[in-house]
């Protein structure tokens, strides 16, 4: 019978250590929904900055990752929508950071991409707009594609609902939305999630980010109950 890997069950403070000054980092979530809010906070706590934020949008000025912007903290936002925080477009204007827009849904399959080892995809989205200028085209069939090359970061923070011991996460509702595809995508991953149970609590056939794809879990509100042997 395999081995039962138990994964640490860590304060969010702890979690974001791994975050280092320069690294990339992608964060579940999509405007309010699905953000892993105790562990961006510990985050932006930490005052760790040069990073490079992989996510859907940029939240708003104080809420969530947004923070992260508005703090300074960030050097390069890649998502598919920042129009809610205005420091973001502020600090672009002003030549403090780095933005790559990408369309939402060229941005989850490049998401996709980088988890499952891919070296891109092809999308006839952008073809003959802004979004194609700086990338390779092919022709198909008599039809163009741009050539979209695969995401990834050194880290993930990701919201879930329920963790096993075993990392084994279950979603609830649209909370879901890009975290199960993040967890694939980075070199470590952070889950963070309403309460830890044992090894056999969870429905299998509701787990949906198999225990193998993350590292560490983190607890809501850093409420550590959930730590139990």
Same mark, same amino acid.
């Given at each position: 019978?395999?081995k039962k890997?138990?994964?640490p069950v860590l304060?969010?403070?702890?979690?974001v250590k791994? $975050?280092?000054? %320069?690294?990339?980092?992608i964060?579940?979530?999509? /405007?309010?929904g %699905?953000i892993?809010?105790?562990?961006v906070?510990?985050?932006?706590e930490?005052?760790?900055?040069?990073?490079?934020l992989?996510a859907?949008?940029?939240?708003?000025e104080?809420?969530?990752?947004?923070k992260l912007?508005a /703090?300074?903290?960030?050097?390069?936002?890649?998502?598919?929508h920042v129009?809610l925080?205005?420091k973001?477009?502020q600090?672009y204007?002003?030549?403090?950071?780095e933005l790559e827009?990408?369309?939402?849904?060229?941005?989850v @399959?490049?998401?996709r991409?980088?988890?499952?080892g891919?070296?891109?995809i092809?999308?006839p989205?952008?073809?003959?707009?802004?979004?194609e200028e700086g990338?390779?085209?092919?022709?198909i069939?008599?039809?163009?594609?741009?050539l979209e090359?695969p995401?990834?970061?050194?880290?993930?923070?990701?919201r879930?609902?329920?963790?096993?011991r075993?990392g084994n996460?279950?979603?609830?509702?649209? /909370?879901?939305n890009f975290?199960? $595809?993040?967890?694939t995508?980075?070199?470590y991953?952070v889950? @963070?999630?309403?309460?830890v149970?044992?090894v056999?609590?969870l429905?299998?056939?509701?787990i949906?980010?198999?225990? $193998?794809?993350?590292?560490?879990?983190?607890v809501?509100?850093?409420?550590?109950?959930a730590?139990?042997?």
């Open positions: 019978m395999a890997v138990i994964k304060s969010a403070a702890e979690a791994c $975050i280092k000054p %320069g690294m990339s980092v964060i579940g979530g999509f /405007n309010y %699905g892993p809010y105790t562990l906070d510990a985050l932006v930490s005052g760790v900055g040069e990073l490079t992989i859907n949008d940029s939240a708003y104080d809420v969530g990752h947004g912007v /703090n300074g903290q960030v050097k390069k936002v890649v998502a598919s129009g925080n205005k973001t477009g600090f204007m002003e030549g403090k950071l827009l990408c369309p939402q849904g060229t941005f @399959e490049r998401i991409a980088g988890g499952f891919l070296g891109g092809l999308t989205t952008g073809v003959g707009t802004v979004v990338k390779q085209v092919l022709e069939d008599g039809k163009k594609y741009l090359l995401l990834r970061a050194n880290v993930a923070l990701i879930a609902y329920q963790a096993d075993m996460l279950t979603y609830f509702g649209t /909370n879901r975290n199960p $595809i993040m967890a995508a980075a070199d991953v889950a @963070e999630v309403d309460s149970l044992e056999g609590e429905d299998p056939n509701e949906v980010t198999p225990g $193998i794809l993350i590292d560490a879990l983190v809501k509100g850093d409420n550590y109950y730590n139990r042997t």
